[in-house]
């Protein structure tokens, strides 16, 4: 746990948030400023900066991470599909360097802007 991380904040309670689902190892809460009409946003409950830094300590915990994802797509009933992203490094814009994946559906996406 990182005492100034955000997202462990949240984890902790120490931050206030609207759980989604919970799981032994990943919590998932709605994002404070929504891109689409299910945002979601699903956390390791441990400190990870990225998504390649689970994969390389512990693929195991980084499946059930984004099994954790599947189960909130489901449970917010995202019938007509959904879009995941990971953002990782300088050039995706992230804010937050505590792995988060964004779940996000309610509407027609559109395509991945370039
Ligand atoms: P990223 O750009 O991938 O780092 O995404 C960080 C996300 O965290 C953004 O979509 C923010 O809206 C969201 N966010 C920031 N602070 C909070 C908070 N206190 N509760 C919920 N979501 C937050
Ligand atoms: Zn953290």
């Not at 991380?5 to 931050?15: E, Q, S």
């Not at 050039?91 to 792995?99: E, K, M, Q, Y």
Request: hydrophobic share 45%; net charge negative; glycine share 10%.
């Amino acid at each position: 746990m990182s005492t100034d991380c955000l997202f462990c904040a949240i984890v902790a309670g120490r931050v206030p948030s609207t759980k989604v689902l919970e799981t032994d190892r990943a919590y998932a809460f709605r994002d404070i400023n929504p891109w689409a009409p299910t945002h979601v946003l699903v956390v390791p409950k441990d400190h990870y900066e990225d998504l390649a830094a689970l994969a390389a300590a512990d693929p195991t915990y980084l499946g059930e991470v984004f099994g954790a994802a599947a189960q909130v797509a489901e449970q917010e009933n995202l019938t007509g599909g959904h879009r995941i992203i990971a953002n990782t490094g300088d050039d995706s814009g992230r804010t937050v360097f505590h792995l988060h994946v964004h779940v996000l559906g309610g509407k027609n996406l559109g395509a991945l802007a370039g």
